[in-house]
């Protein structure tokens, strides 16, 4: 939490913003991956979490 609103929320809140002012190839992108970034972002703590969060298999899209 950031001053009581959740990182998701304030994740969702900074895609909606990318979005709205991508360039058109950026806006594609996010709208594809835009979730799934979000997925992977938020069980990262710390730094020390990022191997593990990159080691996680993914699904396949």
Excluded: C, F, W
Aim: charged share 25%; no cysteine; aromatic share 2%.
């Amino acid at each position: 939490m950031i001053n009581g609103v959740s990182r998701a929320r304030l994740a969702g809140t900074m895609l909606s913003l990318l979005l709205q002012h991508a360039g058109p190839a950026l806006r594609r992108d996010l709208e594809r991956y835009g979730q799934k970034l979000i997925d992977a972002l938020l069980p990262v703590e710390t730094m020390q979490d990022v191997p593990a969060a990159l080691a996680r298999p993914r699904a396949r899209s």
